[in-house]
């Protein structure tokens, strides 16, 4: 009997980003979610069946389904109970005026104890037309009978008196480990400005409970990923609810994509040791959620200008924030390294980086592996000197670089930690050249959305959001960008087997673009429409008529 395939698509172009030179595809034949053949349009047209949904392209490209392996998904999943205050998400928030005005309004309409509390952007102080966060006194004047506040990135918070006398943050408070409660030098009262742990003080870790199901807040944030082609996403997790909800989602069948779960295993819901205790490896799993490694940071956010930088005492405003001393970060490293884990480690700061680096090189000399891919996020978005990057390749470590941080933030990284500090900025070029794996992730969606081609166009564009060059050598290839977010990401996901390029026998994962992304300028790219993006040989996107 001849096997008809479930989906064909025809008379396309095919980019397989398989590293085989095969000859050129212009069909793809898919049969139980996998790839069952690619080929020309009369050998892939002899697969169609009775039942066969074909897919006429038009011309149009299909390419495996993009990636983006450094997303804060469910704990930055929200509902509409927050007050939008993210100018990265809507650009009408231009002053502390506007946000103050915001928040006022959610105030008229809440119950009397409800907390008010705004989302803002990371360095939103930049851009607002005053150049600073908002103050306690104006807080305490827009929302006068509510507790509230208003996060502006993961970092740092502003909030009102109300909200600190119910939380009981006082003079009296002291700063949480890793984190600071900022006083006035004179009253010695909080100013209501919380950093880093010390916000945890109001908020509760991970994500927040509204009225809408965690489950559901991440199923729709998955599908506006999916939206722009994004099949893969690796998830940095920190609560036994936001691990539930996505088990809950996959064992019911509702995962629009696939997660591969990165679980903070320090300043989390989890202990230390958790995942050591049950003997967990990356790896453990279905294909399309599963434990992708550990997480740990160790210096504070360069958003909120905690990185821990050498030689801060310069002309910026830094306050190095180490979350973690050298000897507990080897000893974690050193564990999950000897069980077996995959390792990812958040540095922004040289002082962190070479912490990193020192870590990893111990652990390994103590237990060589070839084939470990730990990872060190942030690396290679600045200071990746020469000999930073010398080290980390004979590592095998893999630098997780952020266009989307270059292309948001670029314009006030520069202001923000010192230009002497942009030695090696975005080394997107540098790493490739020295044979270091190139693949990267967002931090999306609390700062701004998931964009997979966003990030490729901003890394081959080298622009930031308002035109500004940054460091334009380092300039990568369209090509190039998609090879990081498809096959190397893969690679880097443990996944290379399955997913990453079009092949026989490969996972499903394809997405169809409106026109052939390397032949269009970056800017055109960025907004590219996506009208198709299918995980497993199911569609779980499509743009209304455009493929008909
Ligand atoms: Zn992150």
Same mark, same amino acid.
């Given at each position: 009997? $001849?096997?008809?395939?479930?989906? %064909?698509?025809? *008379?396309?172009? @095919? !980019?397989?980003?398989? =590293?085989?030179?095969? /000859?050129?595809?212009?069909?793809?034949?898919?049969?139980?979610?996998?790839?069952?053949?690619?080929?020309?349009?009369?050998?892939?047209?002899?697969?169609?069946?009775?039942?066969?949904?074909?897919?006429?392209?038009?011309?149009?490209?299909?390419?495996?389904?993009?990636?983006?392996?450094?997303?804060?998904?469910?704990?930055?999943?929200?509902?509409?109970?927050?007050?939008?205050?993210?100018?990265?998400?809507?650009?009408?928030?231009?002053?502390?005026?506007?946000?103050?005005?915001?928040?006022?309004?959610?105030?008229?309409?809440?119950?009397?104890?409800?907390?008010?509390?705004?989302?803002?952007?990371?360095?939103?102080?930049?851009?607002?037309?005053?150049?600073?966060?908002?103050?306690?006194?104006?807080?305490?004047?827009?929302? $006068?009978?509510?507790?509230?506040? %208003?996060?502006? *990135?993961?970092? @740092? !918070?502003?909030?009102? =008196?109300?909200?600190? /006398?119910?939380?009981?943050?006082?003079?009296?408070?002291?700063?949480?480990?890793?984190?600071?409660?900022?006083?006035?030098?004179?009253?010695?009262?909080?100013?209501?400005?919380?950093?880093?742990?010390?916000?945890?003080?109001?908020?509760?870790?991970?994500?927040?409970?509204?009225?809408?199901?965690?489950?559901?807040?991440?199923?729709?944030?998955?599908?506006?990923?999916?939206?722009?082609?994004?099949?893969?996403?690796?998830?940095?997790?920190?609560?036994?609810?936001?691990?539930?909800?996505?088990?809950?989602?996959?064992?019911?069948?509702?995962?629009?994509?696939?997660?591969?779960?990165?679980?903070?295993?320090?300043?989390?819901?989890?202990?230390?040791?958790?995942?050591?205790?049950?003997?967990?490896?990356?790896?453990?799993?279905?294909?399309?959620?599963?434990?992708?490694?550990?997480?740990?940071?160790?210096?504070?956010?360069?958003?909120?200008?905690?990185?821990?930088?050498?030689?801060?005492?310069?002309?910026?405003?830094?306050?190095?924030?180490?979350?973690?001393?050298?000897?507990?970060?080897?000893?974690?490293?050193?564990?999950?390294?000897?069980?077996?884990?995959?390792?990812?480690?958040?540095?922004?700061?040289?002082?962190?980086?070479?912490?990193?680096?020192?870590?990893?090189?111990?652990?390994?000399?103590?237990?060589?592996?070839?084939?470990?891919?730990?990872?060190?996020?942030?690396?290679?978005?600045?200071?990746?000197?020469?000999?930073?990057?010398?080290?980390?390749?004979?590592?095998?470590?893999?630098?997780?670089?952020?266009?989307?941080?270059?292309?948001?933030?670029?314009?006030?990284?520069?202001?923000?930690?010192?230009?002497?500090?942009?030695?090696?900025?975005?080394?997107?070029?540098?790493?490739?050249?020295?044979?270091?794996?190139?693949?990267?992730?967002?931090?999306?969606?609390?700062?701004?959305?998931?964009?997979?081609?966003?990030?490729?166009?901003?890394?081959?564009?080298?622009?930031?959001?308002?035109?500004?060059?940054?460091?334009?050598?380092?300039?990568?290839?369209?090509?190039?960008?998609?090879?990081?977010?498809?096959?190397?990401?893969?690679?880097?996901?443990?996944?290379?087997?399955?997913?990453?390029?079009?092949?026989?026998?490969?996972?499903?994962?394809?997405?169809?673009?409106?026109?052939?992304?390397?032949?269009?300028?970056?800017?055109?790219?960025?907004?590219?429409?996506?009208?198709?993006?299918?995980?497993?040989?199911?569609?779980?996107?499509?743009?209304?008529?455009?493929?008909?």
């Amino acid at each position: 009997m $001849p096997v008809s395939a479930d989906v %064909v698509f025809v *008379g396309g172009k @095919v !980019l397989t980003m398989s =590293s085989e030179k095969g /000859r050129l595809a212009d069909s793809v034949a898919v049969l139980n979610g996998r790839i069952l053949a690619v080929g020309a349009r009369h050998e892939i047209e002899e697969l169609k069946g009775r039942t066969t949904r074909v897919i006429d392209l038009q011309g149009r490209t299909l390419m495996p389904g993009l990636a983006d392996i450094h997303v804060h998904l469910a704990s930055g999943a929200r509902d509409q109970s927050f007050v939008e205050c993210r100018d990265f998400y809507d650009p009408s928030v231009v002053s502390v005026g506007v946000i103050l005005s915001r928040l006022s309004g959610r105030a008229k309409t809440a119950q009397p104890g409800q907390w008010v509390v705004g989302v803002g952007s990371p360095m939103q102080a930049f851009r607002l037309a005053e150049r600073r966060l908002p103050t306690k006194q104006e807080l305490d004047a827009a929302v $006068p009978t509510n507790p509230a506040y %208003v996060t502006f *990135g993961a970092h @740092v !918070l502003v909030a009102n =008196s109300l909200a600190l /006398r119910e939380k009981h943050v006082t003079s009296d408070t002291p700063d949480p480990a890793g984190g600071l409660v900022e006083k006035d030098p004179t009253t010695g009262e909080p100013t209501g400005v919380l950093r880093e742990r010390a916000q945890y003080l109001l908020k509760s870790k991970g994500a927040p409970s509204g009225r809408i199901p965690l489950r559901d807040l991440i199923k729709h944030h998955l599908e506006l990923a999916a939206r722009r082609g994004v099949t893969t996403i690796h998830d940095i997790v920190v609560s036994p609810v936001e691990m539930t909800a996505y088990q809950d989602l996959a064992s019911s069948g509702e995962l629009p994509i696939r997660v591969r779960l990165l679980i903070r295993v320090i300043e989390a819901e989890f202990s230390m040791d958790s995942l050591l205790d049950l003997g967990l490896r990356h790896g453990f799993g279905s294909d399309m959620l599963r434990i992708g490694g550990v997480k740990l940071s160790i210096d504070g956010g360069f958003t909120a200008r905690q990185g821990a930088f050498h030689g801060l005492d310069d002309e910026t405003d830094n306050h190095a924030l180490i979350r973690i001393d050298q000897a507990e970060l080897d000893d974690v490293i050193s564990r999950y390294h000897g069980a077996g884990m995959r390792i990812c480690v958040h540095v922004v700061g040289d002082m962190a980086i070479d912490m990193a680096l020192d870590a990893f090189e111990t652990a390994l000399a103590r237990r060589p592996r070839t084939d470990h891919r730990h990872r060190v996020e942030h690396l290679g978005n600045w200071l990746f000197t020469p000999e930073r990057r010398e080290r980390t390749a004979r590592l095998g470590l893999l630098p997780i670089a952020n266009p989307a941080v270059m292309y948001f933030l670029g314009d006030m990284a520069f202001e923000a930690i010192g230009s002497r500090r942009m030695e090696g900025a975005f080394a997107l070029r540098s790493m490739l050249d020295a044979g270091i794996p190139v693949s990267f992730g967002s931090d999306a969606p609390g700062y701004w959305p998931v964009d997979v081609l966003r990030d490729i166009a901003a890394a081959a564009g080298r622009k930031t959001f308002i035109g500004t060059p940054v460091a334009p050598e380092e300039l990568i290839s369209v090509g190039e960008g998609l090879r990081a977010q498809t096959a190397t990401a893969a690679w880097v996901g443990f996944d290379e087997a399955s997913l990453g390029s079009i092949a026989h026998g490969k996972l499903a994962d394809l997405i169809v673009l409106d026109a052939d992304p390397l032949r269009v300028p970056w800017d055109v790219l960025m907004d590219m429409p996506v009208l198709l993006t299918m995980v497993g040989g199911r569609v779980v996107y499509e743009c209304a008529g455009a493929l008909d």
